[in-house]
């Protein structure tokens, strides 16, 4: 199995520029979620899905827009990328914890390094 | 605002020693679980505690609970020059959602 892959490596953009990350995982999970990680900011998760379909805000997720149209892919957009958006981003998927409250370890994928100029 | 909060933020000790790294959070959590990031690298499930547990093992991997102080801790032993990495914990909210709350991240680095 290849877990979470991610799709491109490293890009450069230019402010105004749009882009959309792909994600794909090959385990079958329900859960999926996007984050980006800054120095000193820890993993702040910008956007999430439970189910194909289905996608849910997270902390930060001005700026972004995702689509889940399939279960083993998640796709995460920025319309018109701003300086603000430089970033390392990653992907998760995971399995629903017990009884839906309680949850699971999430694997991640090897990050997108995004650069806005 | 970040829920967990890993101390110190930077730690350096020679091969063979211990380290041991710590969380706190700020509110009542279901799960706490550790994540290791190797540079360049995204991260790595280690171990998960849930809140009705004090202690939990895994190889060299001791962690902790304590939810009366709304902290947690990893005690690495032997440490080995692969440990090299940062060190995340993260959490859930109880009565909440399906999303974890990563905190900001320990370096350690071993020294060989």
């Known amino acids: 199995n290849a877990g979470v892959t991610q799709t491109p490596k490293f890009r450069v953009l230019k402010t105004g520029q749009s882009m959309t990350l792909l994600c794909a995982q090959d385990m079958n999970h329900e859960y999926m979620y996007w984050y980006r990680q800054d120095p000193g900011m820890g993993l702040r998760l910008i956007h999430y899905?439970?189910?194909?379909?289905?996608?849910a805000k997270g902390e930060v997720p001005d700026g972004y827009n995702v689509s889940r149209l399939k279960k083993q892919n998640f796709l995460l957009g920025l319309e018109s990328a701003a300086p603000s958006q430089t970033s390392v981003y990653f992907c998760a998927s995971s399995v629903p914890g017990i009884s839906g409250t309680t949850y699971n370890e999430q694997f991640f994928g090897p990050g997108t390094r995004l650069t806005v100029l | 605002s970040q829920q967990g909060e890993e101390d110190p933020q930077a730690l350096s000790i020679q091969e063979g020693e211990n380290a041991t790294m710590n969380c706190s959070y700020k509110?009542?959590?279901?799960?706490l679980q550790w994540y290791r990031q190797n540079s360049g690298r995204g991260l790595v499930h280690l171990i998960l505690i849930r809140s009705n547990e004090r202690e939990k093992h895994s190889g060299r991997l001791r962690v902790t609970l304590d939810t009366s102080k709304k902290s947690s801790s990893l005690l690495i032993t032997a440490s080995r020059a692969a440990d090299t990495a940062s060190y995340f914990c993260?959490?859930?909210?109880?009565?909440?959602?399906?999303?974890?709350?990563f905190g900001t991240g320990t370096r350690l680095t071993i020294i060989p």
């Open positions: 899905s439970v189910g194909e379909g289905t996608t």
């Open positions: 509110t009542s959590i279901n799960n």
């Open positions: 993260a959490t859930d909210v109880r009565f909440g959602n399906e999303k974890l709350t």
